[in-house]
């Protein structure tokens, strides 16, 4: 009977529908319990700690990778031996995977010793606070050579970088500031080339202090005070000359005679040193005024540039 036949091919397609169903269904499951397992693979994989301060530079590598070679090209004789990919092995090596609070001098020991370089007597320039202007003096004045003047300092100058020890072992996102803990990488790694840096000088040596901060241009916290002034040698450093540099029209909070460098010519004769202090060394000041060309004190300037 023609209702028959109709009814076992309408059976037919229901079974054939429902094959189809349960297909798409086991298809649809499979899907979910994927996405599932390959959601807890990603929560396996934890969050980077968490700090205050910026976190390490992009492109690090490329941009330390660049400075090696790019101040290399400079032709320093005393540093032909020096093997870029090498120093950016020893860095990664110091921090890569590890908690960054916990940084030790032993783990940036080898990146030193991969850098170092002898500076030249009379040269060392040590700073504090006065970053812009030191470094605009010792880049056009190539008789002086800041920490951030040597190759390690140059070539990580401004620059962050901290460990994680969860992949991939380093943390973009932040990194500890050096108040955060006594150990961070930042501040372990500056301060040992600090007093490498300290130790190195001999002859007469120059610090540029900041005589517009209100606390005073000399401060027993700061990694000048506290480290480079401890680590100069004084059977090799015959001076220190103290530029005490205020800001052009600028609040003169400091001077030569003020506390704070008194105090500082307290630690400094009590370990043997010879000190000088002059208030806005004048080359120095000149810089100073190219930003400000009207203030009065840059006249000096301009009546010299206007006399026959
Ligand atoms: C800190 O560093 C030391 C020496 O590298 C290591 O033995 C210790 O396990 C580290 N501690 C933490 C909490 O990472
Ligand atoms: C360093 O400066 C002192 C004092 O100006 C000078 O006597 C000495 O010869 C200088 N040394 C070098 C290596 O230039
Ligand atoms: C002194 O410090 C202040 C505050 O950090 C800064 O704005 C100024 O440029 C510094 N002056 C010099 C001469 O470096």
Redesign the pocket.
Same mark, same amino acid.
Request: aromatic fraction near 0%; avoid cysteine.
């Given at each position: 009977m023609p209702s028959q036949r109709g009814s076992a091919r309408r059976r037919q397609r229901c079974v054939l529908l429902a094959g189809i169903a349960i297909l798409l269904i086991a298809l649809v499951l499979a899907a979910v319990l994927a996405s599932v397992l390959t959601g807890s693979k990603e929560e396996a994989n934890p969050e980077p700690l968490r700090w205050q301060g910026r976190g390490t530079t992009r492109n690090l590598r490329e941009i330390v990778l660049g400075r090696c070679y790019s101040y290399l090209a400079e032709g320093h004789a005393e540093l032909r031996d020096k093997d870029c990919l090498k120093i950016w092995e020893s860095l990664k090596a110091a921090f890569v995977h590890k908690n960054p609070c916990n940084a030790t001098t032993e783990d940036y020991r080898p990146l030193m010793e991969l850098t170092s370089h002898p500076v030249p007597c009379n040269k060392s320039l040590f700073w504090s606070?006065?970053y /812009?202007?030191v470094h605009l003096y010792s880049k056009c004045n190539h008789h002086f050579l800041t920490l951030e003047d040597t190759f390690l300092g140059y070539m990580l100058d401004g620059l962050s970088w901290c460990g994680d020890p969860s992949a991939p072992g380093i943390n973009y996102e932040s990194c500890p500031k050096w108040s955060e803990c006594e150990r961070s990488s930042g501040s372990v790694f500056w301060k040992m080339a600090s007093k490498m840096f300290a130790e190195a000088a001999c002859g007469v040596v120059h610090v540029m202090l !900041?005589g517009?901060?209100e606390a005073g241009a000399f401060r027993t916290s700061s990694v000048f005070g506290s480290v480079e002034i401890f680590n100069l040698n004084p059977d090799k450093v015959s001076e220190i000359r103290i530029w005490l540099? !205020? /800001?052009i029209g600028g609040p003169q909070s400091d001077s030569c005679s003020g506390y704070s460098i008194k105090k500082l010519r307290n630690i400094l004769e009590e370990r043997n040193f010879k000190i000088t202090c002059e208030d806005n060394y004048r080359p120095v000041q000149l810089l100073?005024c190219v930003h400000n060309p009207d203030h009065p004190d840059c006249n000096l300037c301009i009546s010299s540039t206007e006399a026959p």
């Open positions: 606070r006065t /812009d202007l !900041n517009s901060i540099m !205020n /800001d100073q």
